[in-house]
């Protein structure tokens, strides 16, 4: 079966300093991957999303950026945290392939509760 | 472009009561439709999905059915209980990006 791990589940940083989340995916190939935020309190804002190894696209522009250095490793980093990163971070896949997606769910992992101090 | 349109909460309940939560969605396509919940402290999990029109999705107790004619997909449980205290999701499938609404958040009181 297919599982998705995130870590760490808690983290506290200092603003300006660097930011490295993993995700990782066993049990599936090649599946797309996502990375979410969500504020306290509100919803799910897409940041990052990949259809394979080294593509990356973003939704929205920020001071965070993603990589895909593996079929099923997705990492969101920052070189400089500001405040406003604080907030509780998802990621997520789902099965590739175009035309498939639409009836396929997202699976999430734990998720990591970031707070900038 | 797809949008999800969820009510707005909290929606707060006593335990056995009858939960509907409202969802409502614009969409190009017959996209799948789901519903999700995330419990306190945790990741979203898939609750039930249903794949066409007129289809009914069902699990733990929740139903929700695909009304193409009302664009609807609104959750209900008959009884709910003090453990189903979470936030829930509608969301509509894309061909890479699903459209979720903004969650609802319900709470039972014993």
């Known amino acids: 079966s297919q599982t998705i791990h995130q870590w760490p589940a808690t983290l506290v940083q200092p603003v300006g300093s660097p930011l490295s989340l993993e995700c990782t995916v066993e049990?599936?190939?090649?599946?797309?991957l996502y990375w979410y935020r969500q504020a306290a309190g509100r919803g799910l804002q897409l940041l990052f999303y990949s259809v394979g190894i080294g593509q990356i696209s973003s939704e929205v522009p920020q001071n965070l950026s993603a990589s895909r250095p593996q079929d099923r490793q997705f990492i969101l980093s920052s070189k400089k945290l500001l405040l406003s990163d604080s907030g509780f971070y998802l990621c997520?896949?789902?099965?590739?392939?175009?035309?498939?997606?639409?009836?396929?769910?997202?699976?999430f992992g734990d998720g990591t509760r970031l707070s900038i101090l | 472009g797809d949008s999800v349109t969820q009510m707005e909460g909290p929606v707060t309940l006593s335990e056995e009561a009858f939960l509907t939560i409202n969802c409502t969605y614009t969409a190009t396509g017959y996209p799948s439709l789901f519903w999700y919940v995330q419990y306190p402290g945790e990741g979203l999990q898939l609750l039930l999905k249903a794949t066409k029109a007129d289809d009914k999705g069902s699990n733990k107790g929740f139903e929700a059915t695909y009304r193409k004619e009302t664009t609807s997909f609104h959750l209900e449980k008959g009884s709910v209980q003090v453990s189903d205290s979470a936030v829930y999701f509608c969301a509509l499938g894309g061909s890479y990006i699903p459209t979720f609404g903004r969650g609802t958040s319900l709470i039972v009181h014993p």
């Open positions: 997520a896949w789902s099965v590739s392939g175009q035309g498939a997606n639409s009836n396929q769910p997202q699976h």
């Open positions: 049990g599936t190939s090649n599946p797309n």
